[in-house]
């Protein structure tokens, strides 16, 4: 052995690499079958009990090699559905807590809208009014003054009152011009509010049409599950009969149900993505309007 070794021109330690290569390929070749037969064996598919466990288990290792392919293809085709709708749930109850908040949010910036302008334009009215106020009490008290002149037939009296007033009315012509426009002005902004809250308003209904497709959608959903549960039911009682031919049938039966399980679940999650597109139609609204 040892003069071939030296014939050949191998050393010993070279041979002991590789008898170790091959010993580790081998080793990593047969881990990865048993790693693929594992996963196969324990592929998800449709939750199962204990029990229904160990029948669908005692199936595959009675069954020839064809019939236990095309069973685990079956049996992992409902698992990718039931993933499927386990997902678009998920996805549901995310955008719809999402949703929900931001209707809550959109219907308070809605009632306040122009808010702020609307508090600016009541304070200038209630300063316009105090700034003049001195100026019509001056006129009211030289009115009555005149009237009291009048009364007694006091002429030079009433000719002083008199002018005294003729002086004042213009400049209190103009304060209550003044004082007109500025409350003309707040009623106005007023009325433009509740306009463009009706508007507003009238865009956020705009989801409530979706939401009643929504409402149908889950009942759909609900037989949906209702008809996968009767299919489940009727896949656990072949397996425990062990008829290959009828679980292989029963499972793809319950594919169906778990695929149109989780289409009706994507069609929810499709109508809350309108939803929110008419919310982010408002909330685009409300921006411009603040600029």
């Known amino acids: 052995m040892s003069n071939m070794s030296d014939r050949y021109g ?4 070279l041979r002991a690499n590789v ?15 048993v790693i693929y037969y594992s996963s196969t064996v324990n592929a998800a598919g449709p939750e199962l009990g204990v029990t229904a466990q160990k ?18 293809r079956a049996y992992e085709n409902v698992g990718n559905w039931t993933t499927q709708e386990q997902t678009w749930e998920q996805k549901i109850k995310t ?19 122009d ?34 002149a009048k009364a007694i037939n006091n002429k030079e009296w009433s000719a002083a009152i008199r002018t005294q007033a003729e002086t ?3 400049v209190v012509q103009l304060a209550r011009e003044d004082l007109r426009l500025k409350k003309k ?11 463009e809250v009706k508007r507003l308003r009238t865009i956020l209904a705009g989801a409530d049409q979706v939401k009643k497709q929504i409402q149908t959608g889950k009942k759909q959903a609900s037989l949906s599950k209702e008809r996968y549960s009767n299919a489940l039911q009727q896949f656990k009682q072949n397996t425990k009969q062990g008829h290959s031919s009828r679980i292989l049938s029963s499972l793809n039966s319950l594919a169906a149900a778990a695929e149109k399980w989780a289409g009706s679940k994507q069609h929810i999650y499709t109508l809350e993505q309108k939803v929110s597109a008419t919310y982010a139609k408002v909330r685009q609204e409300l921006t411009k309007r603040a600029k």
């Open 10 to 13: 191998i050393r010993p330690n």
């Open 19 to 33: 008898w170790t290569r091959m010993s580790l390929g081998l080793i990593i070749m047969f881990s990865m079958s």
């Open 55 to 72: 029948a669908w288990e005692t199936v595959l290792g009675k069954a020839d090699s064809q019939t236990k392919l095309s069973l685990q």
């Open 95 to 113: 955008l719809h807590t999402a949703n929900t908040k931001d209707l809550e949010q959109l219907r308070m910036e809605i009632r306040q809208t």
């Open 115 to 148: 808010d702020a302008k609307i508090a600016g334009l009541i304070e200038k009215v209630k300063q316009t009014q105090t700034r003049y106020e001195p100026l019509f009490a001056l006129y009211s008290s030289v009115n009555k003054q005149l009237a009291a």
């Open 168 to 170: 004042l009315k213009p």
């Open 185 to 195: 002005e707040l009623a106005e902004a007023r009325n433009r509010k509740s306009t």
